[in-house]
C-alpha cells in the first residue's frame, strides 16, 4: 500500500509563509512527478505547482514568484514553500504523485490566509 501524508497547513495573515511537506510511504519502487494542487470551495481542483524526478518544475502564474516546490528524493517527499500569502491562497492543497506508474494523491491539508 502506498500513501502520501500531507502536512504543514494552517491559519496565516496576509503576507505570511507556510511550508507544507508530502510523504510517500509505502511499498514504493519509482516516483516519477510529484506536485500539489488546491481547491477552494465551490471551485474546481487546480495545480499549483509539480516537480519531476529530475528537478523540472512547474507553477501556475498566480503562485509564480511566490511559491516554491522542492523535493528530496532520499525521503520520498515533496514541499511547498509559500510566501507572500494572499487571502486568495486560502484552500484545501492536495500532494499529488506518480508512484510505480500509478496517481495516488493526499488527503489534504487546509490553507487559511486571514486579511
Known amino acids: 500500500q502506498v500513501q502520501l501524508v500531507e502536512s504543514g497547513g494552517g491559519l496565516v495573515q496576509a503576507g505570511g509563509s507556510l511550508r507544507l511537506s508530502c510523504a510517500a510511504s509505502g511499498s514504493i519502487f519509482s516516483i516519477n512527478a510529484m506536485g500539489w494542487y488546491r481547491q477552494a470551495p465551490g471551485k474546481q481542483r487546480e495545480l499549483v505547482a509539480d516537480?519531476?524526478?529530475?528537478?523540472?518544475?512547474k507553477y501556475a502564474d498566480f503562485v509564480k514568484g511566490r511559491f516554491t516546490i522542492s523535493r528530496d528524493n532520499a525521503k520520498n517527499t515533496v514541499y511547498l514553500q509559500m510566501n507572500s500569502l494572499k487571502p486568495e491562497d486560502t484552500a484545501v492543497y492536495y500532494c499529488?504523485?506518480?508512484?510505480?506508474?500509478?496517481?495516488?494523491w493526499g488527503q489534504g491539508t487546509q490553507v487559511t490566509v486571514s486579511s
Open positions: 516537480i519531476s524526478s529530475g528537478g523540472r518544475t
Open positions: 499529488n504523485s506518480n508512484i510505480n506508474l500509478w496517481i495516488y
